[in-house]
């Protein structure tokens, strides 16, 4: 079974992985579907999810597994199609179920979710990897995302990282087992707080996903849930409180998966009963656009 496949910054190589414990990379662009690149076999277990890094530090993946392990593969040469292990990471105690990279102003850091309750951030700096871990979710964390690297703003400020008078606070959501959602920041160089937590799921939270920032005046994060619903959290700046908006998804199974678009107006939903929906917002609030099931390739709304 494939549980997730990532197509990489240029949309050029497509990454799968699954309960075989391999990572294969395909070649996006080739018409012939098997056009396999690479086998990438070092786990031990299933392997969860994969993330490739921004193509500024080269070409990177990070893999997780039901193994507790996190591994950052490295290409050898761009577009070499030769794999290798640059980095284990083996600190967590059960399942690692999620990886997400930071937004690449930050630099090379990677987030990584437990069963065991734990977020692990590695940070590579002076070619070391440095570790950090906290307890997030006491039954477990699902998913992990992070902010986008820019506060909300319209389109002709300034990026806070390029602005020396504004302290930029590293951000992520998380969500758990305990059917919470939780917004954390980056307080010290170390240290990592809670900044907020909403609970309006009644099962475990199955991911969470905040939106790229492109000057709009606001924060956007939606969840979704093992209860088959989908919320939108909103946030007009760091202090004011978040809103909600459930999404109108109807009677619906398990909720899996939540992708925002590259420009963070239209919401992927992906659910149990094998169907992906496309949602946007209007004047009068989230409607479905599209729908794809296994009945019909593609239905307009």
Aim: net charge negative; glycine share 6%.
């Amino acid at each position: 079974m494939i549980h997730d496949a990532q197509l990489d910054y240029y949309g050029k190589r497509l990454a799968t992985c699954s309960s075989d414990k391999s990572i294969k990379i395909f070649d996006a662009t080739s018409k012939n579907s098997s056009s396999k690149l690479a086998d990438l076999i070092g786990h031990d277990g299933p392997v969860w999810q994969i993330a490739w890094a921004h193509p500024k530090f080269g070409s990177l993946l990070a893999s997780c597994s039901y193994d507790r392990m996190v591994i950052i593969w490295k290409e050898e040469r761009p577009y070499s199609n030769v794999w290798y292990k640059v980095y284990e990471y083996k600190a967590h105690e059960l399942s690692v179920n999620t990886v997400a990279w930071a937004p690449y102003e930050l630099g090379l850091m990677l987030a990584c979710g437990s069963s065991d309750g734990y977020i692990s951030i590695l940070t590579l700096k002076d070619s070391e990897w440095q570790k950090t871990r906290f307890l997030a979710h006491q039954l477990g964390v699902n998913a992990v995302s992070w902010a986008p690297a820019a506060v909300p703003s319209s389109l002709l400020a300034p990026s806070p990282l390029q602005d020396p008078t504004h302290v930029y606070r590293a951000r992520l959501v998380s969500g758990g087992c305990d059917n919470l959602v939780k917004i954390w920041h980056n307080h010290a160089q170390n240290e990592w707080k809670k900044e907020d937590e909403e609970g309006s799921h009644s099962d475990w939270v199955r991911d969470v996903a905040w939106a790229p920032n492109v000057g709009l005046p606001y924060s956007t994060i939606a969840s979704c849930s093992q209860d088959g619903t989908v919320i939108i959290w909103s946030q007009t700046d760091n202090n004011s409180k978040w809103n909600k908006t459930a999404l109108p998804i109807g009677d619906r199974s398990v909720i899996w998966r939540v992708s925002w678009s590259i420009t963070g107006n239209i919401l992927a939903v992906s659910s149990g009963d094998n169907s992906v929906t496309l949602w946007k917002e209007s004047p009068d609030g989230w409607k479905c656009i599209s729908q794809i099931d296994e009945h019909s390739s593609n239905k307009q709304e």
